[in-house]
C-alpha cells in the first residue's frame, strides 16, 4: 500500500511534454527519462518558394548591365569637344561688357554717312510754273517790306511843320475804360501825363513806346510838348488813350500826317472791351464744374 502514490508520480513525469513555441534547442530531456515523445521543429533554413520567386528579380537586377540604348549612342558625337567649350565661355563672359559699351555709345555713331548724289530731274511745265510764281510772290513780299522802312524813314526824316509860340491843339483819345485829355504846345519834346513824367508814370517800355509812336512816325518827337490828363481803365489802357489822344492832335496841328496815321491805325478808336459776365456763369464763358454724382 505504501509503494502506490510512487509509482503513480512517477508514471506522470514522462508524459509532461514541452510547450508549443518553446526553444527545442535550449530545453533539453530531464536526466532519467527518455527521449521526448514528438522532435522539437527546426526552422526551414530554404524560404518558400513564392517568396524565392519574388525576390529572384530583385538579386538579379543589379547584376545585368544595361543596354545602351540607340539615343545615347547618337547623343555622343554631338558633344562639343573641350576646346570648343573653352572658347564658348569667354564670348559669353564678353557679352554683357559689349552690352554695357552698346549702351553708353550713341546708337549710330559707329556709322559712316553714306553721300547720296541727288539726281535732278526736270521739271515739268506744272512745277517750272508754280516756282515761278511763288519767286514772284517772295519778291513782291520783300519790295512791299522795303517800301514800308523807306516810308517809315521818310516820314521820320519829314520836317515838322511850324507852329505858332501861343498856339495850343487839344484832342480827346479812349480806350477800354480809360480817357485821355491831350494837349498839344510848341516846345521840346517834353512829355507829362498828371503832372508826372512819362517815364515815371508808365513804368514798363511797351507802354512808354506807346505813348511815344505818333511823334516818333510824323517826326514831331521833338518840336512839340505834350500834357496829357487820363483817367479810369487800367495801365495799358491808359497808353492806349494816350497815344490815341495825341494821334488826333497832330492831324489838327498837321493835316498832311492823317494817312500815315490812319495807315497804322493811331486814329481808330480800339472798341474793343472785357467781354460781360453772363447769368449763371463764372466769367463772360467760363462755367462751374460739372459734377456727375
Given amino acids: 500500500m505504501a509503494d502506490e502514490p510512487q509509482d503513480n508520480e512517477t508514471s506522470e513525469t514522462p508524459e ?42 530583385q538579386d538579379d537586377a543589379p547584376a545585368e548591365e544595361p543596354a545602351e540604348s540607340p539615343a545615347a549612342e547618337q547623343e555622343e558625337p554631338e558633344a562639343a569637344p573641350e576646346a570648343e ?124 513806346t506807346m505813348a511815344r509812336q505818333p511823334l516818333t512816325i510824323t517826326g514831331y518827337e521833338g518840336s512839340v510838348d505834350v500834357r496829357v490828363r487820363v483817367h479810369g481803365g487800367g495801365v495799358s489802357g491808359q497808353a492806349g488813350a494816350v497815344r490815341h489822344g495825341i494821334a488826333r492832335a497832330l492831324t489838327e496841328v498837321d493835316p498832311e500826317v492823317r494817312g500815315e496815321l490812319k495807315r497804322r491805325g493811331f486814329l481808330t478808336r480800339d472798341a474793343r472791351v472785357k467781354e460781360r459776365r453772363k447769368a449763371g456763369l463764372k466769367k463772360a464763358r467760363k462755367r462751374p464744374q460739372f459734377s456727375k454724382r
Fill in 16 to 57: 509532461e511534454t514541452p510547450a508549443e513555441g518553446s526553444d527545442g534547442l535550449t530545453a533539453g530531456p530531464v536526466a532519467g527519462q527518455g527521449p521526448p515523445a514528438h522532435p522539437p521543429e527546426t526552422p526551414d533554413p530554404t524560404p518558400p518558394a513564392g517568396d524565392a520567386s519574388e525576390e529572384q528579380p
Fill in 85 to 208: 567649350q573653352e572658347e564658348a565661355e569667354p564670348e559669353q563672359v564678353e557679352a554683357p561688357k559689349a552690352e554695357e559699351k552698346k549702351k553708353d555709345a550713341i546708337p549710330g555713331a559707329d556709322l559712316e554717312p553714306i553721300a547720296v548724289e541727288s539726281e535732278k530731274r526736270p521739271l515739268s511745265a506744272e512745277e517750272q510754273a508754280r516756282r515761278e510764281a511763288e519767286e514772284e510772290e517772295k519778291a513782291k513780299r520783300e519790295a512791299a517790306l522795303t517800301a514800308d522802312s523807306d516810308e517809315e524813314e521818310q516820314a521820320a526824316s519829314r520836317a515838322p511843320a511850324k507852329m505858332e509860340s501861343d498856339s495850343r491843339y487839344l484832342a480827346t483819345g479812349k480806350r477800354k475804360h480809360a480817357i485821355a485829355r491831350v494837349t498839344l504846345l510848341p516846345g521840346s519834346g517834353k512829355i507829362e501825363i498828371n503832372k508826372r513824367p512819362l517815364e515815371e508814370f508808365f513804368r514798363r517800355p511797351l507802354h512808354q
